[in-house]
Structures are given as C-alpha cells and as structure tokens.
C-alpha cells in the first residue's frame, strides 16, 4: 500500500496550541460594537459558541456547529453593518497572533510536496474559509494545500466520515492512500481512523476535558514535532 496524500487538521496542528480565554475573544468584538454592554454580550456570544461545539460534540459532528454569521444573526447583529465590521476586525485583530503556522509547516508541506504527496486541510471551524485563506497567504502556506474543507461551510464535522470522505474525493485518493494529522485524539484521530485513514497524532493541545468524549483511540504514529510527520509517513512507504 502506498501513500498518496496527508491531510491536516488547523489549530493545535499547523498551529501551535494557545489557550484562548473565550470570553476575551468575544469581549475583542464587543467592545468595539457595543461599548456599553460590552461585558454581556461577550458572555453570550461565548455562551452561544460554547453550545454550538456542543451540539457538534454530542452529534458525533452530524449537526456541525455552524458559521459565525448565523451566531452574530441569532443575536441580532446586523452583519452588513459598519459597527460589526469593525468589530470584527477587533475580533480578527485579537485572534492573528493565534493563528500563526508553525515554523515547521511551511518546510514540512514542501518536503511532502518534492515527494509527490497531495496537501489537504480539514478544520473544525466557524470561521468562514476566506478568514482562513488570508490566514494561510500571511503564512505563506496558501500555495501548498491542494485542497482545503472548513466545517463552517460543510454540512458535517468532525469526527463524522462524510467530513474526511468530502477531503478525499477532493484530493481524488482513497482513504487506505491518506494519512491524517491532527492534535484532537476524539475529533481528529478517532474519526480519521474510523474512516480508514492512517493517523498521526500531535500531542501537545491542552484540549478541555470535557471536549473528547472518548480518549481510548490510539494514533498509528505520534509525531513530538511537526517535522517528525514526514519520517513517520515515509517509513510506511
Ligand atoms: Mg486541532
């Protein structure tokens, strides 16, 4: 059997692991549309999220938690609006530092490149894919993945088959053909083993509790660094 194609997860992967405070997040963009409420929106908006990725947790990923825009329109936010567009540069503005790729993962994707491997990216995500791309132009990565799935526009997530299955049939192999990196041992390990994938686990992710359902999944191979992923992937050539 040979491999044909790697696929990776986004925060926690091609990222490095930061604990984000919630709540901070939402207060980035509160502040900006709401100075006066600031406090009480930030906690609804991080009360809604936080149930949307339980929905998506409790239904295996059947019942994705969404995109954004729905959580800005279920709070009444006019998403058109001046106001929530510089919000959402706040909100963006507090997030870049975060989403930086790991110096590794720029030669690691050129390395997997040079051999002939296709490059996806699969996210878990309510961010829209052109929040994404801008991230993956600054990185300078965007030219590298061959195809990219955010759950955000996808009608599934992970850990549900379909979301690997919509990545696959992008990158035209079959799932015994693709390995799967990822840092999330439920979503991410789980789901790309039960699929077929070979799976690479990054272990770093101080992933909540409460977040993985069921740790009792074991990765094919455990990469300490993202540089390890190419080793790993050519010794089961
Ligand atoms: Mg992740």
Do not use: C
Not at 71 to 87: C, K, N, P, S, Y
Not at 117 to 127: A, E, K
């Amino acid at each position: 059997m040979s491999i044909r194609a790697v696929v990776f997860d986004w925060g926690g992967t091609l990222t490095p692991w930061h604990d984000i405070d919630l709540v901070s997040q939402w207060y980035a963009y509160a502040e900006i549309y709401d100075p006066e409420h600031a406090s009480p929106l930030a906690h609804r908006l991080a009360e809604a999220e936080v149930h949307r990725w339980k929905v998506q947790q409790e239904s295996h990923g059947a019942e994705p938690a969404g995109a954004l825009d729905q959580l800005f329109l279920d709070e009444g936010i006019d998403i058109t609006g001046a106001r929530h567009l510089r919000a959402l540069g706040s909100y963006l503005d507090f997030w870049a530092p975060h989403t930086a790729a790991d110096p590794q993962a720029r030669p690691l994707m050129e390395d997997l490149r040079s051999r002939g491997y296709r490059i996806g990216v699969l996210s878990n995500t309510m961010w829209p894919s052109r929040h994404h791309r801008e991230v993956f132009e600054r990185d300078d990565l965007i030219t590298l993945i061959d195809a990219a799935f955010y759950t955000s526009e996808m009608p599934v997530a992970k850990p549900h088959g379909e979301a690997f299955a919509a990545v696959l049939a992008a990158l035209g192999v079959a799932a015994s053909e693709t390995v799967f990196v990822g840092d999330r041992i439920w979503d991410d390990i789980a789901g790309a083993s039960r699929a077929g994938l070979r799976t690479i686990w990054i272990p770093h992710s101080t992933v909540p509790p409460e977040q993985v359902p069921d740790a009792s999944a074991t990765p094919d191979a455990v990469a300490h660094e993202l540089r390890d992923v190419l080793g790993i992937v050519e010794s089961w050539q």
